[in-house]
């Protein structure tokens, strides 16, 4: 019987690890700047299969982990033996200080401005129009206009939140490769709010607000 039981375990804790590892992990939104689409205190599920056999696509909501310092040096989260087991295993919502989630606008090659005569964000030229930014927010979000062409193996990232989060705008330097996020820090795209069970949905990727964007031209080194 207790064998039996060890077995029962370690089978459960292997698949939780490989469920976490390869196809879908939880994560706790920690800010507002993802409003109204996401709120503080959300959980959502993310895919780990993007980036990977799909590719990351303009209009994704992505977890990433921190690409230089965005989130300075946060003090170490303290949780539990119990929490961080659950966490390690993907039972729990992962609430570390050194992941943020954000709407990818821009993939390598494009180039990315703000903004148009009417205040809109362009992409390869194009007006976007974007029904995901909070409702009375601006899509420029109060910040200095900006004009890049994102790098190679990179994406550019905006908080749906525009004037609450510290996002690509913040962080470049005026090249595409400070405020742009490294493909291989994402941790995959968010696909569904699961708690609240009041909030619960799946997160849909706006891709007609992209349709009309053409082609990149080649993303710069």
């Not at 993310?46 to 690409?67: A, N, W």
């Not at 401005?113 to 995901?132: F, L, Q, R």
């Not at 795209?189 to 949905?201: D, F, G, Q, T, Y």
Request: hydrophobic share 40%.
């Amino acid at each position: 019987m207790v064998k039996e039981v060890f077995v029962v375990v370690t089978l459960a804790v292997g698949l939780s690890l490989v469920v976490k590892t390869f196809l879908i992990q939880p994560f706790h939104i920690p800010s507002g700047s993802m409003e109204d689409t996401l709120i503080k205190d959300d959980r959502v599920v993310v895919s780990k299969l993007t980036p990977g056999p799909f590719d990351v696509e303009r209009g994704d909501v992505i977890v990433f982990s921190d690409p230089g310092h965005w989130l300075g040096n946060p003090p170490p989260k303290q949780r539990t033996p119990l929490q961080s087991a659950l966490i390690f295993l993907g039972l729990a919502p992962d609430d570390s200080d050194d992941h943020l989630i954000k709407r990818v606008i821009g993939v390598g090659g494009d180039r990315v401005a703000c903004c148009s005569v009417d205040g809109k964000v362009t992409v390869n030229g194009v007006p976007i129009t974007e029904p995901y930014v909070k409702a009375g927010d601006r899509p420029d979000g109060s910040r200095a206009a900006f004009d890049i062409q994102v790098p190679a193996g990179r994406v550019w990232v905006m908080g749906d939140h525009r004037s609450d989060s510290a996002d690509s705008r913040v962080h470049d330097d005026g090249t595409g490769g400070l405020g742009s996020v490294p493909l291989e820090s994402i941790q995959g795209k968010a696909v569904a709010i699961v708690w609240p069970l009041s909030r619960a949905m799946t997160i849909p990727s706006p891709t007609s607000v992209f349709a009309a964007v053409p082609h990149p031209a080649a993303p710069s080194p």
